[in-house]
C-alpha cells in the first residue's frame, strides 16, 4: 500500500510513519517542513492549502491524518481552519485520489464534557459539549471523516488518550519544564486517575486501524495503555525519568479551574509568547479521572500495546539521559 | 358555576380499544399496553349485566399462535385498580412471546404460556358504577359469574392484593375444580377478635371521617399512593388516580373501606371467616411476597396467612411497603415461582446431578436431643454453667456457679411454666438475654417442649434487632429490661416475659405479663400437680421423647450479611443435635470437660456438650471486652482445656496480654491456667499467622483451630496453625511446583466430618455460573452441604432458592418434598464466598462474592493479592478493591501502614518505593496504592474489612472527588 501521513513531524507522526515503513508499506509525508523520516517521501505543505492537499494525496491508497493544531490556547478560528476545513479539504482530495482507508486521528477529548470517565467506551464525538478550541474542533473533525465512510471508502477514527514518549513536547516537556522551574502544580491532592498511551503503543494501534479498516470502519475507538495512574504518581514518574525535581505544591481543584478560566480569557486578549501555565482545560483534565474501556478497542484492532508505562518511563529515562545531541526524536 | 364537569380520561382502556386505536394509552398509563385492554359485559351475583374493565393478553397469545396453559387471575384492592398488575401482564406476555419465538419446530415451546386477566372490580377503575354497595359475598360471588362468562378453565392461579387479596382468594375456595394456586401480596383474610384494628383503618373508618376521606376529596386514595417506596412516579400517580377523578366515580372507594369487617356485627363478616376456615384448607401451592412497611396489612396478618397456608412460600421485602408490586420488581419473581412450581421443564431431576459421583452425603449421625445430656446428668452436683461476672450482680460480687442438677431442675419447671404461660409447641419465642445461665435455661426450657427459638445477636444494633424481632413475628418476647422497653416502645409483638421480677407498675408499663422467676413458680405448681408436662418424666429416653419432632424447628438465629437487613436462618433439632456431635467429636469434648465460652452461639451447647463451660468477664456481643487476664481466671476457674473464641476476642487478648506482661500481670496461677488449654479455637474471620503465633504463646500446649463457618453452618472446616505454618513452608521451599501456583487465599483446612465441599466456578464477569464440582484449583462460589446445615432461611423464599441455586437442593425442591430426594443428595447452600480447592482437598478462602474484580484482564479475588502485601514490611492491613464498570474494573490497593498515625484519616498516595513494592509483590497491574489512617471494617465482625464500602470511597477519590476518608 501506498500511504499518506499527514503530520509526520511530530512525535506521533513521525512513529506513525516509521511503523507503516517497517510494515512493509510505501510512506509519503505531509507537513509544512521536513519529516526526518528516513525512507518516507516528504511531500511539504499546509493542509489548509487545497492544491498542496490534492498533489500529496494523489496516487496513494490510505491516508492517516494526524496534522492538527494542537494547543491549550489561541485564537478559535485557527483551530477551525486547520482541525476542521483541514479535514475536510483532505478528506475530499482523498475521495478524489481513489484512496480506499482513511484513518482519522482524534482525541478522547471530542467526547469528554469535563465529568470524569471512569472505564467508559469511546462516546459519540460532541463538538458542542466538548472543553476547549482544540477539542471542539477536532469532534467536529471526527464527525466529518466518520460521516464520509461508505463502500470504498473506509473510514476509522482512532482517539489515542494523552500520548507521551522521548522527545514529546506536547505533555512531558511542559512538565518538566515546568517541574524544574517549581510551577507545577498538582491540582486537587493528584488523586485523579488518568490512563496515556505511549507513543510507540498509539503508534501500532493506528498501524493496527489501517490494516483493518475494511472490517472496522465506520467507528471510532479510544486507544491507551489500559494502565491508569493518578495524577501525581504519572507526573512524579514523567519527572523522575527527566531528572527534575517532583511537583510539590498542590492547589485545590476547584481553584485552578477557576484561575484556569481567568487566565484563559486573560491570554486570549494579550497574547505571549508562552502558553498560559494554566488553562480551564488543563485545569479539568489533570483534575477528574479518565480512563476508558479498551476491551472493544483491542478485540476489533486486535492489537495491544506493547510497551508498558514503567518500560516507556524508562526508555523516557534513557532518553534524558543522553546528551541533546544524541537524542534522537 | 366554575365547577369542572367530571371528563373521562382521554384514552380510558378498553374504550380505546374498542375504537379500533392500538398502544395510544401507554402515554397515559406509562407501562400498560392498550392492546390488553376490554370491556367485557357480564351479569353480577344478582344476574343484572354490568360492564367489567380488564386487561387480558389473550388476544395477543392467540395472535401469536399461543395456547395457555393456565390463566393468572389478578384482583386490585382499594383504591387502586387493575393498572397494579401491568408488569404481570407484560411479563407473562413477554416471557410466553419469547418462549414461543424461540421454540423451533421440532420442540414444543419450553415456556409455559400464561394468560393474564387483570380485573377492575365493579364500582372501581373503569368498572360499571351501578350505585350498588357491594359487599364481600357479593364481590366474591361477582367476580364467580365474571369468569364463568368468560368462560375461564383451568388451571387458574389466583394473585391480590390489599382486600382484593381476600376476594381472590375468595374465588379460591369457590372454584376448587379450577385452582391450581394461590398468590398473594400484602393483604389478609382475618382480623383477629381482640386485637385492635391497624392504627391507620381506625381513623379512616371513623363516620365522619370515612366519606369525607374516601370520597368527598381524594385523601384515601392520594394517601395510599404515596406510601410507595420509592415514590411512584408522578405519571404512574396520575394513571393510579385516573379512574377516580370525580367524587361520584369514587363512591366504590368508600363502600370498600366502609366494607372492611371491623367485628362480628358486621354483614361481611360471616363470609370473611367462611373464607378464612376455608383457605386454611388449601394445599395448592402459595406464593406471598410481603412489603412489612405497610401501615394497615402489617406483619401480624402475614403470620395468620403464614398459619392458615403453612406450605407458602414467603418472601419478605424488608425496605417495601403496601404498594409492594410497585415497591420491588414482583414480576419476574412471580414468573420464576410459577415456573418453578407449575414448569414441567425440570419436573423429574436426576437426584444428584452435578455432584461427583464420590461426593454423597454422610449418613446423618443418630439423633439425639439437645436436652438428652442434661437430663442424664440431674444428680450431679457438678458446675455446668459458670458466670465470671455474672450479669445483675455487681461487678467484683464473684462468680456464679450453676450445677447440672439445679440447671436440669430450672428448665424442667420453666418448661412447665411456659406452658402454663400459654407457650405451645410451634410457638416462636424471642430470646432478647444475654449469654449466661438464665439465658441458657431457658433456651433448653424452649426447645424441650417444641417452641422456636428466636435469638438475634444483640451486635445487631437496636434497628437491626427491631427488624429482626418483628420479622420473625414471635409469639413470646422473654428479654431483659432494656429489650423489653424497645419492645414495648417500638410495638414488637408478643406477650413480653422479663427475666428479672419488675414491680407492678413497670411490669405494667412495659406490657410484661410474667417474669421468669413466676414461670418457674408456675411450673413448679404445675409439676407438684403432676400436670406438668411430660418432661419431668422423659428422663430416660429423650428419643422417644413425643414432645418433640425432631424434624420441627428449633430455632431461628438472626447476624447480619456484610449488606442488608439480617437474615433468619431456621435450623431443626436434628440438624442442631447434628452441630452437637460434631463439636464434640471434633475437639474431643467429653463429660466434664472445661470449656470456656468466648463464643456465642457455640457458649449455648455446652450444657449439650457435657461441658462444664464458664463465661469469662466480657460481653460476649463485643468480642473486643475480651482480655487475657478474664480468659485466664475463666480457664482456672473450670480448669479448662478448650476455648472457643471469636477472633476480635482473640486480636485483644493478645494486645492484653503483652501489656500485661509487661506489667508483669498475669500470675503465676493464671498463667498455668492458660498452659492447661488443648484446644483453642478461633471461629470467624481468619487471623493473620503472626497473631496466631502469640496466641500460641499464650497458650502453649493448645492445638490452635481456625475453622470455616457461618450462621447458616458453623463448622464447615477446619485447620490448625502447625498445619497452616507447614503449608506456608511447602509453598516457600517449592515456589515453582504446580501445586502451589494457586490464586492464594487464606487455607481453612479440610471439610470436618459430615461436611461436603464443592465450588461453582465463577465466569468472567464474576458470576458463580459454573456446574459444581471438586476439581483442585478453580476459583468459584463456595457450596457446601452437612447434616448441621441450615434447613432454610425464615420468610425469605427468594434468598432461599438463590442460596440453593444450582445445587441438588435445588432439584429436591423440584421434585416436591416428600420425594426424598433431599435425603439422597442432603442439604446444599451457597455460601457467598469465593475460593479454591487444593490438589490435597483443602479449601482456600479468597473473599466474598461482591469483593471479586472482575478487570479486562479477568477476574482477581482480593484475599491473595492481599496476604502477599500484608506481608510487607511496614504495611499492617490491605484490601484489593475494584473500582468502574464490571468487566473493566481498574485495581487499587488501600494500605494501613505502621506508621499512618501522623496523617491520621486523610487519604494520601503511597510512595514510589511502596508502590512498587505492592504491584511487584502481588503480581497485580494496580493502578492506585492509597495510604489510610483506618481501613473500615464491618461492624459485626472486627476484623473483616468493608471491602464494597472502600470500593466506593476510592471511586469517589480517584474520580478526583473529595480526599475524604474511607
Known sequence: MKVLVTGASGMLGRAVARGVLAAGHDVRTFQRGASGVAGATDARGSITDAGAVALATDGVDAVVHLAAKVSFAGAPEDFRAVNVEGTRSLLSAAREAGVSRFVMVSSPSVAHAGLSIVGDDALPADPLRARGEYARTKAAAELLALDADQPGFAVVAVRPHIVWGPGDTQLIERVVERARRRRLPILGGGLALIDTT????????????????????????????????????????ICRAAGAPAPAWSVPAAVAREAGGLIERFWAVRPGQDEPPMTRFLAEQLSTSHWYDQRRTRQALDWRPSVSLDEGLQRLAEWYAMAPGDRLS | MGRQRWREPASLPGVHQAAGSTGSATDDFPGLDARWSRLVTAPDHSGTPRTWHLLDNLSLLTEAGLEPTGTILCV???????????????????????????????????????????????????????????????????????????????????????????????????????????????????????????????????RSLLVASTVRTTAFLDTTLAIAHPALEPRVRQAFRAPYRSARRREGIGAFVADIPVDASHPSFAELTRVSSAVARLDVPALMLWGPRDPIFSDRYLGDLIARLPHADVTRFEDAGHLVGEDVAVAPMILAWLAARFGNAKAAPAPAAGIPDESQPAPAPEFRPLWATLDEHAADRGAVVVEMAPRGARRGSGIRSVSWSLLKRRVDELAAGLTAAGVERGDRVSLLVPPGADLTAVLYACLRIGAIVVVADAGLGITGLGRAVRGARPDHVIGIETALAAARVLGWPGQRISTRTFSAPLAAALGVSHSLAGVARLGRAAIADGGGPRVAASVDTAAADPAVDPDATAAILFTSGSTGPAKGVVYTHRQLAALVTLLRDRFGIAAGTGLVAGFAPFALLGPALGATSVTPDMDVTAPRTLTARAIAEAAAAVDAIVVFASPAALVNVCATATAAAKADALTVVERNALARVKTLLSAGAPLPVPLLEEVALLMPAASIHTPYGMTEGLLMTDITLDEIVRRAEQVKAHPGQADTRQPGGVCVGLPVAGVQVLLSALDERGAATGPLSAAPGVTGEIVVSAPHLKDHYDQLWLT???????????????????????AATGRWHRTGDVGHLDAEGRLWIEGRLPHVITTAAGILTPVGPEQTVEALPGVRRAAFVGIGPRGTQQVVAVIETSTASSRRGRVTLAEPSLAGAVRRASGVDVAAVLVVGDLPTDIRHNSKIDRLGLASWAAGVLGGGRRSKP
Open chain 2, 800 to 822: 432461599d432458592r438463590a442460596a440453593t441455586a444450582g445445587t441438588p437442593s435445588e432439584d429436591a425442591w423440584l421434585a416436591g418434598s416428600g420425594s426424598g430426594a433431599e
Open chain 1, 198 to 237: 505511549y507513543v510507540d503503543n498509539a503508534a501500532s494501534a493506528l498501524l493496527a486501524a489501517l490494516e483493518r479498516a475494511d472490517r472496522v470502519h465506520g467507528e471510532a475507538f479510544v486507544v491507551s495503555n489500559g494502565e491508569p495512574r493518578t495524577v501525581a504518581e504519572l507526573l512524579a514518574g
Open chain 2, 76 to 206: 386490585h384492592g382499594n383504591p387502586t385498580w387493575s393498572y397494579l398488575w401491568r408488569s404481570v401482564v407484560a411479563a407473562a406476555t413477554d416471557a410466553a412471546l419469547a418462549g414461543a419465538s424461540r421454540a423451533d419446530a421440532a420442540e414444543p415451546p419450553s415456556a409455559p404460556v400464561w394468560r393474564v386477566i387483570a380485573v377492575d372490580q365493579l364500582e372501581m377503575g373503569f368498572s360499571e358504577r351501578s350505585g350498588h354497595d357491594r359487599g364481600l359475598p357479593a364481590r366474591i360471588a361477582d367476580l364467580g359469574a365474571l369468569t364463568d362468562a368468560l368462560g375461564l378453565a383451568g388451571p387458574v392461579i389466583t394473585l391480590g392484593h390489599d382486600w382484593g387479596g381476600v376476594v381472590s382468594l375468595g374465588w379460591a375456595v369457590d372454584h376448587p375444580e379450577l385452582l391450581a394456586g394461590v398468590m398473594m401480596l400484602n393483604t389478609a383474610v382475618h382480623q383477629p377478635e381482640h386485637e385492635p384494628l391497624p392504627a391507620a383503618l381506625r381513623l379512616v373508618l371513623k
